[in-house]
T-cell receptor, first 111, second 113 residues
């Protein structure tokens, strides 16, 4: 089955700086890669996703890149703000299949 | 509101007991997925149902079972509860292809004492 690895496990950045989280996946058939933000005790919320026919996608301060050959994808948050502090999960899946999640990255934005 | 409804929000019960968690997917979503998230842990896939039928199983214990009813709501049954079963239980539903959008409910926090 799919195995998703996520790094780093914790990330502390100064407000205004950028944050980058990287994930690798094992199943070459995976074709959908969402990123979720989860605040303490709350549900994971989709913040951005990318499909395998696209190399990069951007939504305001958030961007995701995908390298299918290397089987890795990354989340980039620019101009970080205190409200960006949360746990971020990457995931991968194919077709009508379960999401396989990375272990999560705890992001702390220092004011 | 994500459109995925989970009840109850909180549940406290004793070891050895049995509980039922309920999930109503977004209108039109046929697939329901159950995930377990223990303290400071990631999201572990338990089971998937599609239009009333079991589609995939993850690391679900034999003490746990689930079903999806004709109205598409799903129930996760946890029996012979142990302290280690304390966790957040999320269900997610998704649109049919080609849109892969998965949306999570707010979860049920289960505490076993």
């Amino acid at each position: 089955g799919e195995n998703v690895e996520q790094h780093p496990s914790t990330l502390s950045v100064q407000e205004g700086d950028s944050a980058v989280i990287k994930c690798t996946y094992s199943d070459s058939a995976s074709n959908y890669f969402p990123w979720y933000k989860q605040e303490l005790g709350k549900r994971p919320q989709l913040i951005i996703d990318i499909r395998s026919n696209v190399g990069e996608k951007k939504d305001q301060r958030i961007a995701v890149t995908l390298n299918k050959t290397a089987k890795h994808f990354s989340l980039h948050i620019t101009e970080t703000q205190p409200e960006d502090s949360a746990v971020y999960f990457c995931a991968a899946t194919r077709n009508d299949y379960k999401l396989s999640f990375g272990a999560g990255t705890t992001v702390t934005v220092r004011a | 509101d994500s459109g995925v409804t989970q009840t109850p929000k909180h549940l406290i019960t004793a070891t050895g007991q049995r509980v039922t968690l309920r999930c109503s997917p977004r209108s039109g979503d046929l697939s329901v997925y159950w995930y377990q998230q223990s303290l400071d842990q990631g999201l572990q896939f338990l089971i998937q149902y599609y239009n009333g039928e079991e589609r995939a199983k993850g690391n679900i214990l034999e003490r746990f079972s689930a079903q999806q009813f004709p109205d598409l709501h799903s129930e996760l049954n946890l029996s012979s509860l142990e302290l280690g079963d304390s966790a957040l239980y999320f269900c997610a539903s998704r649109l049919i292809q080609p849109n892969y959008d998965y949306t999570f409910g707010s979860g049920t926090r289960l505490t076993v004492v």
